[in-house]
């Protein structure tokens, strides 16, 4: 059913702002709430289903903003680093969607969100300091550190990012290592086979694709970044 109220974003808000004022979150932009950490934010995100069927979710995850001072504004924000989706059972590994097809319902449902939201307080206390947060994001990730020098392309935002949050942590020498190990994968040609294979060196009958705008802005960072910690 279609909704018969303007704007989801703004009608959440009137509500949510308010019922999650308990647990210490506040109203940042658009669906999002956010509860000051110090170099990260617990992150809190209404996201309204794309089908149109009146339904929607809530997010909740940790949010690093200094990744995204690292990365600057030409890039794409890639500050949210754990998130999790809420149901009955606090964060799990659930789906949960309920209705909003009007403003009743949108009451109700961000009512029942709230009183979920009581049962997320260990999922976030296992974030509660950077170290836990880089032990998280390195096994979620699936890195591993003698992979290093062997990582392929596919890899280069999620070992940038590992990198960096070391150097966030005051461990330089470390991150360092992991962000020029994502600078050389930035830096590797993108041949195509006639296979359509992902080639780092022409072989015949072989496509060079040329860097994006934001793979140039992505290397850039990465290498102002090298400069700014060497």
Known sequence: MKRNFRSFPKESEKVFSIL?????????????????????????????????????????????????????????DYSLIIASRLTKNGFDDGDLWLPASNKKE?????????????????????YDTIEKILSFYFYQRGLKESYLGRYLCADQISVANYGFL???????TEGLEWVKEAERLMSLPIYWSKDGLILHVREKYSRLEKPSKEDITQLEAVRNIIKKFS
């Open 166 to 172: 070391l150097l966030i942590a005051g461990k330089i």
């Open 20 to 76: 999650v004022e308990e647990y210490g979150f506040s109203f940042k932009e658009g669906t999002v709430y956010t509860r000051n950490k110090g170099v990260w934010n617990d992150t809190l995100l209404l996201q309204s289903s794309s089908y149109g069927d009146g339904t929607f979710c809530l997010n909740g995850g940790i949010n690093m903003s200094t990744l995204h001072e690292f990365w600057g504004e030409k890039n794409n």
């Open 106 to 126: 949108l009451e109700d449902s961000l009512k029942q969100f709230s009183y979920y939201l009581k049962k997320t307080k260990s999922w976030f206390e296992q």
